[in-house]
Each structure stands twice: as structure tokens, then as C-alpha cells.
């Protein structure tokens, strides 16, 4: 599938909804990643999960906390955490200021990957395909260098994120399958991840 990207920048007021309304929104648009070294990589969004206030699995389900204060913020930021004492995890903030709502972006697919992004690729004995290099949480946050220094970080052009909307046309072919959320013990059974179908760079289940 061709991805085709646009210019057309994604503000905080489109964000200002509930995550599960946001969330599936979020398929298909391309999240642009700044590099430390002012190089620029884009990848198109694939794979998204909602959490949400009432939801046992939102980091902020019983109280507000340091590490999830982010969540209770304006929407428009990145709440990034760390899971296993290794893996990064990116989410995108999202309703009104208070209420703790965010996108987990679970995947992304990169059309190409430029000769400078391999050295943050780990070593392998054979070189991984292109579309398995950010398909899951843990692996898009190694790639494209995202860790606890961009917890709190605004989403917008001059940052180290920002969020585009896809083409109109893009968005018209896009078919999205809804599903349960995936790497959890509880609010299991709610409907909230949602992923572009007959894609090759979403995780695995």
C-alpha cells in the first residue's frame, strides 16, 4: 500500500475528544519524529489503542500520579512511560484539559529507512524487514530514539513531534478493524485497539 503524506498539521483542538473517538481517527495520519541530529523521519500510524477514564487499565484509573500527570493535561502531548524496566511507550494526550485520556500509538510503517536510522537499529545476524522495524510500542520508541526526556513534550512543528493528517483520498481507502486490546489484564474486553488492515507492520498478537 502506498502511503501518501500531507503537510496538513493536526492541532490540539482536533485532539480535544475522548481516545476511543480519537484513536481510530489516528490510523493513517504520519507521525513526523525531529531527531537530535535535525534529521527527520515520518512513518504512517497503523496501529492504535484508547485509554480512558472508567478504563481499569488507564495508568490514571485510581488517582493521579508523578508518573501520570501528563495524562491530566491539554491534549496535544506525548505521555511516554517505560514498561519492564526497558521498553518505551508512546501516547498521544487527548480530551480536555483534566481528564486523563490517550492514544497508545502501537505501530508505525516506514517506506524506507534512511542510511542514519540504522544505528538505531539493534545488530542482527540478517537485516529485519523494513515493515517489522516499528510494529509494536517497544520497537517504534528504539527506533525513532523516543524515551522518558520527551514525557510532557507538545506535539506540534519545532518539537520533537508532530501529528499529520492523511490526504483525503488516503483516508477514504483506509480499512480499519476494530478489536480488544492486546498485552493486558484487565478492561479486556473493550473493543479499543484499532489497526489497518492487511498491513504487515502491525504487532503481533
Known amino acids: ?3 501518501i503524506q500531507t503537510n496538513k498539521i493536526i492541532d490540539n483542538t482536533w485532539l480535544e475528544r475522548p481516545s476511543p473517538e480519537v484513536a481510530p481517527d489516528l490510523v493513517g495520519c504520519t507521525l513526523v519524529r525531529q531527531m537530535s541530529n535535525d534529521k ?4 504512517t500510524i497503523v496501529e492504535t489503542e484508547a485509554y480512558a477514564p472508567g478504563d481499569p487499565a488507564c495508568h490514571a484509573y485510581r ?6 500527570a501528563v495524562m491530566f493535561g491539554p491534549p496535544g502531548m506525548s505521555y511516554v512511560y517505560l514498561i519492564y524496566g526497558m521498553y518505551h511507550c508512546l501516547n498521544i494526550v487527548t480530551d480536555a484539559d483534566g481528564i486523563p485520556s490517550v492514544v497508545l500509538i502501537r505501530a508505525l510503517q516506514l517506506e524506507s529507512v534512511p542510511d542514519w536510522l540504522w544505528e538505531y537499529i539493534p545488530k542482527q545476524k540478517s537485516k529485519p524487514k523494513i515493515s517489522r522495524l516499528a510494529a509494536g510500542p517497544g520497537k517504534l520508541c528504539r527506533l525513532l530514539d523516543i524515551d522518558l526526556s520527551l514525557n ?3 506535539l506540534r512543528v519545532g518539537e520533537p513531534m508532530w501529528l499529520e493528517h492523511p490526504t483525503s483520498q488516503f483516508q477514504k481507502d483506509l480499512q480499519i478493524v476494530q478489536t480488544t486490546r492486546i498485552g493486558i489484564t484487565k478492561g479486556t474486553e473493550l473493543p479499543w485497539r484499532w489497526y489497518l488492515a492487511n498491513c504487515d507492520s502491525v504487532s503481533k498478537t
Open 40 to 43: 527527520i523521519i515520518r512513518s
Open 63 to 68: 488517582s493521579r500520579t508523578p508518573r501520570n
Open 152 to 154: 510532557g513534550s507538545p
Open 1 to 3: 500500500m502506498n502511503l
